[in-house]
């Protein structure tokens, strides 16, 4: 009898651990195959300058120059406020991610910005994509960095 109590007892504890160990496992594989996303709203946080492709300047976004980023499955629209601006600053338009790559093209925006889309509509930057924050890069013709834009996801 005591045999048998024993083997039933170790048979449970064995079962237990396996089972706690496979749920393990498939936690593990939903993080790892979450697919990174821009859907959401973002708050930049910050600027970085570049020379010779190394950051040589951080701005530290404030209440008084803060910019806000919503990106939809296909459209992304943003608002910028500057205190010390008189202007409004918004555009609205497509974007899309390819291999490390963010592109938006401004279909209409705010007066000022309506003027600047005269010029060009479409910008593309180096994109780095974590969970719940991004940079965007403008790099030159030569593929040398120029700034980033740096967000964190608020929603």
Do not use: H, P
């Amino acid at each position: 009898m005591k045999t048998i109590l024993l083997f039933v007892s170790l048979t449970f504890i064995v079962s237990c651990k396996n089972n706690s160990e496979t749920k393990m496992d498939e936690n593990e594989m939903n993080v790892a195959s979450k697919e990174l996303t821009m859907k959401g709203a973002w708050k930049q946080i910050s600027f970085y300058n570049y020379a010779d492709n190394l950051v040589v300047d951080t701005i530290i976004a404030s209440e008084s120059n803060k910019q806000i980023k919503m990106y939809s499955d296909t459209k992304v629209m943003w608002s910028r406020f500057r205190d010390s601006d008189t202007l409004d600053w918004f555009g609205y338009g497509d974007y899309k991610i390819g291999d490390s790559t963010l592109t938006e093209v401004i279909d209409y925006g705010s007066k000022a910005m309506n003027e600047a889309i005269k010029k060009e509509r479409k910008f593309t930057f180096k994109l780095i994509l974590e969970e719940d924050k991004f940079s965007q890069i403008q790099v030159d013709d030569e593929g040398n960095l120029i700034y980033a834009e740096n967000y964190v996801r608020i929603e």
